[in-house]
């Protein structure tokens, strides 16, 4: 970035701008294009980042927290409280003088034998800095415990949530609508810095937990998830303060009255590991359907019958006589797909009974020489057939042999003018209720002018009679409200009742799952069944086929 700027100084003298501020202009775009060809980054990234602008967008803040730092300072307390009362043999005649001490103080060492911190087992990481000729050293557990005297009883999880510290001396002046504290004596920024909550914080920021997985509710060691859960939501300067000696970390836990708001969150915490337990019970499923299928191929093989890849639901009698609601739903959406060609124009009558009549499978004379190899490729010649002739019974003239446009209209690859009159926002529906339709959905979704703009051309061309095809591209970065506006157009056809002019489509999983639709092998039916081996032709062929 720096070679970029000293190389292309010269755009910068204003005297020889054309216009106030060109140059600076040219110069954000040179270093935008050098930071875009020597990094992985794009050029609206780039660009978002020398702004200081979000790569992301988010409705709720994160806050970094590394929750075993507390989590070990508690555990630690207590083992240095519990080697501290037991001491081994040689060490008989050590006896704490104050059995009140807090074990956050640091008493002096002195020669009557070792004291609390130099017991100390628990290691923490802490921050070392030099202040008026002294070292002092600040750990991320300090906030926490030296927190003013008024926020007593905030717990843990609050406080990451909606404290704010802020300098004394700094040029930026702290917020009026808060209340600031000083902290205590023994924090390292006693003198420097001031403390306030602000409750506004608990809507919009989440602690963002950083390190190891918390301990699970329902398994695992279950004194370190009472002490952890303890150490979140019980106020609590010292480990000593949870709970007493004489009981355990689950007995404190089950003595504490939790929150509502707490004992909610506990439970966000565990669905974690409950969507965990259900992945893996599903996989286990299907690993056991999955061999079960292998043993009763083998037992095919056994008797004689050739493994040719299918299953019984491939035969079109199976379907006929087994339908599910998804393929009653399917059924009846091909019906109403038939319904509209007709009722636009398309000349399906006779030529789609005849393709019915010739969607069934033929007779093929059962042959016990027969391999498996060879009923492959039966097969798949005749799903080849039956998709030509399926295809063919639409688009193809059974006596030309020429693929016929049902439209009437010329087929143009090219680039042409298209009348404009449903890419207007003044575009009046031929039903003036679709209107009104439209204007319902937008409000529903709170769309925006750009997500507005969008919505209203594929509308409006919804409503025009007789259109041609529209060709839409609608891009965007993550977070811009693409699928947004892909569920008001789901709701606009779902209120037309015309569900069969739009279908959902996505190139993942994730994708798909996100819009409420399939993907695109799923649709297409793409790599269905088993594999035919890993050769290019042999992909080939399946995609084809």
């Not at 300090?142 to 717990?155: A, V």
């Not at 937990?209 to 695992?220: N, Q, V």
């Not at 025009?464 to 529209?470: F, H, T, V």
């Not at 799952?513 to 080939?540: D, E, M, P, R």
Request: proline content about 5%; hydrophobic content about 35%.
């Amino acid at each position: 970035m720096y070679e970029t700027f000293k190389k292309h100084e010269d755009v910068l003298d204003i005297a020889k701008e054309e216009r106030p501020g060109n140059g600076a202009r040219q110069m954000l775009t040179k270093v935008v294009n050098s930071l875009s060809s020597k990094m992985e980054v794009g050029a609206p990234m780039a660009a978002l980042y020398l702004l200081q602008n979000p790569d992301h967008y988010t409705s709720h803040q994160f806050i970094p927290f590394y929750w075993r730092n507390y989590f070990n300072y508690v555990q630690g307390q207590w083992s240095n409280l519990l080697d501290f009362a037991e001491p081994v043999e040689e060490d008989t005649n050590i006896i704490p003088e104050d059995p009140d001490v807090e074990l956050d103080d640091a008493p002096e060492c002195d020669d009557t034998g070792p004291t609390l911190e130099m017991t100390q087992t628990h290691t923490e990481t802490v921050q070392m800095t030099r202040k008026n000729g002294y070292y002092l050293a600040k750990s991320n557990t300090d906030d926490y415990r030296f927190r003013p005297s008024q926020l007593d009883r905030i717990c843990l999880y609050d406080f990451i949530q909606c404290s704010i510290k802020h300098p004394i001396r700094s040029t930026r002046h702290p917020r009026k609508d808060l209340r600031w504290f000083r902290l205590l004596e023994d924090h390292p920024h006693f003198s420097s810095h001031a403390m306030a909550l602000d409750p506004v914080r608990r809507e919009m920021h989440v602690p963002h937990f950083i390190g190891p997985s918390l301990p699970r509710r329902d398994g695992g060691n279950r004194e370190d998830y009472c002490c952890a859960m303890l150490t979140l939501f019980c106020p609590w300067r010292t480990g000593i303060d949870l709970k007493s000696a004489d009981i355990t970390w689950e007995e404190a836990f089950n003595r504490y009255v939790f929150s509502e708001r707490q004992t909610q969150l506990m439970a966000n915490f565990n669905m974690r590991y409950e969507c965990y337990d259900a992945r893996d019970d599903y996989g286990a499923i299907v690993k056991s359907k999955g061999s079960n299928d292998d043993d009763d191929d083998d037992s095919d093989d056994e008797l004689g019958y050739a493994d040719d890849g299918e299953n019984a639901e491939d035969d079109d009698e199976y379907l006929a006589m087994v339908l599910g609601k998804a393929a009653s739903s399917l059924n009846q959406s091909n019906s109403a797909i038939v319904a509209a060609l007709k009722s636009a124009g398309w000349k399906i009558g006779s030529l789609a009974k005849g393709t019915l009549n010739n969607l069934k499978l033929p007779t093929i004379a059962i042959d016990s020489a027969l391999r498996s190899s060879a009923w492959n490729n039966i097969i798949k010649v005749e799903k080849l057939r039956a998709w030509r002739r399926k295809i063919g019974g639409f688009l193809v003239d059974s006596e030309a042999g020429e693929i016929q446009n049902p439209t009437g209209r010329e087929v143009r690859n090219d680039v042409y003018i298209l009348s404009n009159t449903y890419l207007s926002k003044d575009f009046v529906p031929p039903d003036e209720r679709w209107r009104g339709l439209m204007s319902r959905v937008i409000s529903d979704f709170k769309l925006n002018p750009g997500q507005e703009k969008a919505f209203r051309i594929i509308a409006n061309h919804a409503c025009c009679i007789a259109p041609e095809q529209l060709l839409m591209h609608l891009g965007g970065m993550g977070g811009t409200g693409k699928s947004t506006v892909i569920r008001a157009l789901c709701q606009f056809f779902t209120k037309r009742e015309e569900e069969y002019r739009f279908v959902l489509l996505g190139p993942t999983g994730t994708s798909a799952a996100l819009i409420g639709g399939s993907t695109y092998h799923t649709f297409l039916g793409l790599h269905t069944g088993k594999s035919t081996g890993g050769t290019a032709t042999a992909v080939v062929e399946e995609v084809r086929e």
